[in-house]
């Protein structure tokens, strides 16, 4: 399976507009596209992200695929089961499901939950599910103090596990924190700690569209 794999340092920081801008760059490009949130909370009554995804893909059955996780509770899914809610189940079962969902797809882009170490159950994160599916893996981090510990500490959780980031976008998602200074030097110094990995930045989105310049760069820089 080709793919990308979109996670984050944490919630809130573009994962979303990211991966359908991403969706929507390859349709325009000609190719077939399965863009799926296999792990989805908060639903209540639909999963908004998913359904963002499968319609900038062009095929909204995908949000409501059978297999996927969804539960009702804005929760990591580990707080929800010990809660008495849905477990996860196999992480073997939702690769599984996430391959049969883009077999007929040239591309499947798929969006974690949250951050890298979001909690699925006691034992594992969504950073073994990224291992599982050994796609090209996209990190998102918000473009603001901090995310320079976020974005290294995230980078090195997912090399313990061999997953491989190919990209790190950073992204300027909030209106205020006008004055802070870090954001002129955030990509210089991941650059010099990192200088592997391309670093992608955008300037403050209020929406998909937002992503689109973002998208193409993306697009090139993982040979699509």
Known sequence: MKGAFITATGTGVGKTWLASA????????GKRVAAIKPIETGVDPDPLDALALARACGNE??????????????????A????????????????????????DADYTIVEGVGGVLVPLDRERTIADLAAQLDLQ???VARNALGVLSYTLTAVEALRR????VRAIVLNHVERGSRDDLSRTSNADV???YLPRIPILRVPRVQSPNGMVDAATELFNTLKI
């Open 22 to 29: 991403l969706a929507t760059a390859c349709v325009q490009r």
């Open 190 to 192: 991941l650059a010099s």
């Open 161 to 164: 596990r061999k997953v491989s």
């Open 80 to 103: 929800i089961e010990l809660r008495g809610g849905p477990g996860v189940g196999s992480l073997r079962a939702i690769t599984k499901r996430i391959r049969e969902l883009g077999k």
């Open 137 to 139: 893996t996209v990190l």
């Open 61 to 78: 059955s995908l949000a409501h695929a059978e297999g996927l996780y969804r539960a009702r509770e804005p929760l990591a899914p580990c």
